[in-house]
């Protein structure tokens, strides 16, 4: 875990109390104050907790510059040990507590999903941005709730039909075997109407618990009806667990397709070569490698030279950009109100390390594109350009 956090505070205990003078909360002369909630230790640390590094990495960047209006971005993180319980505390605190000026960044779907229903009662406070895939989050669209992740099901119909026109030959039989969080219906529902379309049969759809133990009965189940397609999502480092039970069980689909998070280092180190030329993932920003990807890779080594580069990395540097690029068109007179406009109003931001970034009052996703990713030689490739994204 990265030791130096120049300019950010990483905040797991202490309390800090702003003034009840502000005129705008988190809002000062000199900074503005966010937080987030986030798996800093327990199973998902390894994976999301580069997120947050990503995102203070550009914030660094952007406040040695002078910061945003003359303000810095002061970034506080609250572990919550991907605990849904200790996330909606966390979310309490800043709220109440805190009195920031938004909620920012974020891993996983159990917890964020329990900061959302316990920000309904909260309808002012922005929440921007984090790292979850469930359509609660902007279906139906809430006042202040931002994000840059496509939903599971708008993943599926991006690179479902890509996966199966690249195969060859055309898969006759498919499998779907997911983590059972909130969006997964919606995505094994999206699955499966392009099979039919497709005339694929499907011969296994199957969900299994958040950290479940052993993929071993999943596996051996989807083995016996060998599927020549297999839909799979997992956690990062859950997924590595099923593709290394494939591996000791010699089997694997000849064609995988994996949600977002297949798209990790965190599940490709592991793994490594054994996903080559079989595995198309969901890419939501470029690999750390990519040219694109510079402004980012550089960031995070300027500030965590230790730290490897990765998927969620190039994430947490996607929102804290998006985020920056709302400050500045919001203005110096901010307000979490204005905020919401600017957001609203923001059309085609290209932060390069990803498709354009757009929102409108209607409509709070604001990436509405997919990058087909590919592995070879243990290794993530780029297969070809964006892809729309649809719900």
Known sequence: MPSRFSRVALIAGAAFIFSSAMAEPGVEDARIVISGSNAMSGSVAAVCAPATYGAMAWFNKVNAAGGVHGRKIEYNILDDAYLPQRAIANARRMVQQDNVFAI????????????????????????LFPWAAMPELTEPVKKSVYA????????????????IQNA??????????????????AMRKAARAIFAAQGIKVVYDELFEVNVP???PYILQMKAQNPDLAVLGDSAAGAAKMFLTMKRQNWHPRVGLGVATLSAEQFLDPVNTYA???????????????PSATECSAAV????PELKPSHFTMFGCLAAQVFVEGLNRAGRNLTRAG??????????????????????????????T????????GKFVVLGPALKAKE
């Open 301 to 304: 080594k300027q500030s965590y």
């Open 276 to 290: 080559d030329d079989w595995l198309t993932t969901v890419g939501i920003v470029a690999p750390p490698t990519a």
């Open 168 to 185: 060859n030959p055309k898969p006759k039989t498919a499998a779907i075997l997911m983590i059972n969080v909130p969006g997964a219906e």
């Open 148 to 163: 840059l992740m496509p939903s599971w099901s708008a993943q599926i119909n991006g690179m479902l039909p890509y996966t």
């Open 104 to 127: 920012f960044g974020g891993c996983a779907t159990a917890t964020q999903s329990a900061i959302l229903s316990f920000l309904g009662g909260y309808p002012d406070v922005p929440y």
């Open 339 to 368: 905020l919401v406009s600017a957001l609203n109003n923001m059309q085609e931001f290209d932060p390069k390390i990803s498709g354009p970034v757009s929102f409108t009052a209607t409509d709070h996703t604001g990436a509405h």
């Open 370 to 377: 997919v990058v087909p990713i590919g592995v070879k030689d």
């Open 214 to 216: 052993d993929h071993t």
